[in-house]
């Protein structure tokens, strides 16, 4: 339903992206860096099962409209709890239960399921964005208050939108991920350079041993990904996320994956672990994204334990071909204890947060400025114990 607005402006909440043409979501979401708010991985998402109101992502989108010509939006989710963020306010919501207040539902902000950076309102060239972001701000509050909604979180925000948002009311709340950034390497034998000796044997051993056993590696990309690569992905997610138990929920259906091959596979890279005596499937493989000059990893999966193998599908053999390919900045995803040993320094991002009620406010909003001060002594504790050369660190 279209609300209509002053000047020349019209707003209407969605509950599934294929409302909005395709073309019209991605004039605004392809000039993103990011590529996880475009129309077929959102449209996927929902089609899937993946996210919808039965499993407490209930699509919830506000878009802007002039005329008939769609000129912002704003992916939004309405989260029944705190499952598949990777922000973790579950402290949050036992205490509101303890205030008696109602902590779910909640409007979310972010592509679901994916810890990656890069999440804001999308806008058309040209436009005031302070102007329309001013204004979809006070839409998400009526809603809220419509619908006693208790606050508005947007997670892993674009920096460059952050400040915007600042200004509109929004509180920070920093967090980090472990980010690679190409400091100008040509080679692999480049990165291999920035590392003190012991680690560069230990990669160098790493390595080594996933050859030894027979097993040879490959990255296949866009057309050359058969279809069958997408399901057995979904099945290497499935069995990794079962290693896992209560803690590798399975948010993805196999529908999501077997979708991509249609719709996503240009952006899809697939590190593929072969056995050298079998070379009909990969034995594991892991799952990226890339954009630009922007890798994403996903998620990996193997059909056996091999020692080794996950560092090899998800961090070496990644940034081999992110060298190759002009990859500046590689984002492995989620969890850091296995990162910083190689070369992903731990990297600042935020997420934004307005509470409505009054007694969340005054208790959360000093909480996070302490918080944010223990996170930051956090992040630089990590970055001086990264085990790079004395030669590089100068």
Known sequence: ??????????VAWINKIAD?????????????????FEWDWLHDMEISGSTTAKTGWLPNHLTVWRDRTLVAAAPLYVKGHSY????????????????????YPKLLGMSPFTPAEGYRFLMAPGEDEETLTSMMIAQIDRFCDRHQISGCHFLYVD??????????????????????????????????KVFNANQRRNIKRERKAVTKIGLKLQALTGDEIPLSMFSLMSRFYENTCDKFGWWGSKYLTPNFFDRLY??????????????????????????????????????????RDIDCLHFDVC??????????????????????????RRGFPATPNYSLHRFYNPKLRQILLPYLREVNQMEQQQIDGINQDLPFSREWCK
């Open 84 to 103: 598949g963020e990777f922000v973790f306010d579950h402290q949050f919501a036992e205490l509101s239960e303890r205030l008696g207040i109602e902590y």
């Open 1 to 10: 339903m279209l609300e209509q607005l002053k000047p020349s402006y019209s």
């Open 159 to 192: 920096p460059e939108w952050q400040p915007i948002l600042e200004r509109n009311g929004f509180s920070q709340w920093l967090h980090h991920s472990y980010i690679w950034q190409n400091q100008g390497f040509e080679t692999f034998d480049d990165y291999l």
């Open 315 to 340: 961090y070496y053999s990644p940034i081999e071909w992110g060298i190759r390919n002009g990859i500046q900045t590689f984002d492995p995803g989620a969890g850091g204890r296995h990162k910083k």
């Open 20 to 36: 909005v043409p395709t073309q019209a979501w991605d004039a605004l979401a392809k000039p993103l860096k990011t590529p996880f």
């Open 262 to 303: 249609d719709n996503y596979r240009h952006r899809t890279v697939f590190i593929a672990a072969y056995d050298e005596l079998d070379e009909t499937q990969p034995i594991g493989m892991s799952f990226c994204l890339t954009k630009g000059d922007r890798l994403y990893g996903r998620y990996w999966g193997s059909s």
